[in-house]
């Protein structure tokens, strides 16, 4: 975790406590929410009368272009609900966080659930 906090703050200019807070925390959220936290999907009364339905289903290649202000937490935020709904991704990182990206790469290739076909 202090890596990538230092990694945060270098590359994005983030404070210590604000990289922490301001891109992990939400981060996290990102995972245990939507698709993640309903894997059979779920159903919504939006209004009276009405019906929303999600379904967890890959339909297909989620493309996530990530901007550099928030590298990390935005990256999450897009590739979680793909990975949960079993979709494959592509994720074209800034070049202006390239640590970032190298360092996601790394706790991503960690996961032993993530399949390794390439």
């Known amino acids: 975790m202090p890596e990538v906090i230092a990694t945060l703050c270098r590359e994005n200019g983030n404070p210590a406590r604000g990289g922490l807070r301001g891109a992990l925390h939400p981060a996290r ?5 939507g698709l993640a936290a309903h894997p059979h999907g779920r159903v919504t009364d939006p209004q009276p009368g009405r019906m929303a ?7 297909g290649v989620a493309g996530i272009v990530v901007p550099w202000n928030s590298p990390a937490y935005l990256c999450i935020r897009a590739l979680a609900p793909a990975l949960a709904a079993g979709c494959t ?5 800034p070049g202006q966080a390239a640590m970032t990206a190298a360092l996601m790469g790394e706790i991503l290739a960690s996961v032993p659930e993530l399949p390794r076909e390439w």
């Open 89 to 93: 991704a592509v994720v074209k990182m």
């Open 53 to 59: 339905m999600s379904i967890r289903q890959p339909i």
């Open 29 to 33: 959220a990102a995972v245990r929410g």
